[in-house]
């Protein structure tokens, strides 16, 4: 079995996943959801026709251009959308299902922050510690799609970068792009595994003051520790606005047990923000956010 095969195999597979991880992740934020659900159709048709493209570059590259390769891309293309629209579908019922569950609000749990949460408003800095569920079935999924990235995706991707660089640069720098191209493949892999990780990391600690932000992750053996100066920092805000999304969803342990609430920018660096405080209602972030602001009022921007 060639990789081309395996591709061809694994593909739909990760499709599938994929379309559910959109939705997954999609589902508190209305406006992006709703398009995804009322036009699954056309997300999917355009999705199938984008990854039967990338494989059939690939394949043309490799072979030669002929009819068959245009009944290959047609049933591709209609696989790949199949299997993105089920993912999607698949999704949204699962969403609906969740909410449909959730448990009236009271008043005062809109106004006071969940026992998984404890915020240390200190002379010299604010501490959030945030202790999450470990999401075995998340990280699974995300090990999933990194096989896929990892063993098919891009190195295929690597492959043709490499191949189309030397065809236009001189042979002298064929090592400088093959160790270039392959640096960017491993880094990408390394990023994908430490999300991964995130899912089994069961306590996070953010410590703000005016020098720095910290941020710490424990949990299954593993410690993460990062620091950011404040001169670095741009502001830090909310991972989205979401004033007009109903408050039951905003508190719901279904709906928000997955996605970081808040999100720091940065002055500089290849990457420009950092998100942060998964497993933190969007209610109780904005009134973190609040407390954040009102001591060190540098970090609003």
């Not at 990457?271 to 970090?299: N, S």
Request: charged content about 20%; some cysteine; hydrophobic content about 50%.
């Amino acid at each position: 079995m060639n990789i081309y095969t395996l591709f061809l195999i694994v593909v739909p597979v990760a499709i599938f996943f994929g379309a559910f991880l959109v939705t997954w992740q999609f589902r508190s934020l209305p406006v992006i959801f709703e398009i995804f659900v009322k036009r699954k159709w056309l997300v999917s048709v355009i999705m199938g026709s984008l990854f039967s493209g990338i494989l059939s570059l690939v394949l043309i590259l490799d072979t030669k251009f002929s009819a068959r390769s245009i009944f290959e891309f047609i049933v591709m293309a209609l696989v790949t959308s199949l299997m993105y629209y089920f993912g999607l579908t698949f999704g949204q019922r699962r969403v609906e299902a969740s909410i449909e569950k959730l448990p009236p609000v009271s008043p005062s749990q809109e106004t006071s922050l969940p026992e998984n949460i404890i915020v240390d408003d200190t002379i010299g800095s604010v501490k959030i510690t945030v202790n999450t569920k470990k999401r075995w079935v998340w990280f699974t999924m995300e090990i999933f799609q990194l096989l896929i990235m990892g063993l098919c995706a891009l190195p295929i991707l690597g492959l043709v970068v490499i191949s189309l660089l030397q065809n236009y640069l001189p042979r002298s720098l064929n090592i400088p792009v093959r160790v270039l191209v392959g640096g960017l493949v491993l880094y990408l892999i390394y990023t994908k595994f430490q999300e991964a990780l995130e899912y089994i990391f069961d306590k996070e600690i953010i410590e703000i003051d005016a020098l720095s932000v910290r941020i710490e992750k424990y949990g299954s053996s593993f410690k993460s520790t990062k620091e950011f100066p404040a001169e670095n920092i741009k502001k830090i805000t909310t991972m989205f606005p979401f004033a007009s999304t109903n408050v039951a969803v905003k508190r719901s342990p279904f709906i928000n047990s997955n996605m970081p609430a808040l999100m720091m920018w940065h002055n500089r660096g290849l990457k420009r923000y950092r998100a942060f405080g998964r497993a933190i209602d969007f209610v109780d972030a904005q009134r973190i956010l609040e407390m954040i602001y009102a001591r060190f009022p540098q970090y609003k921007g």
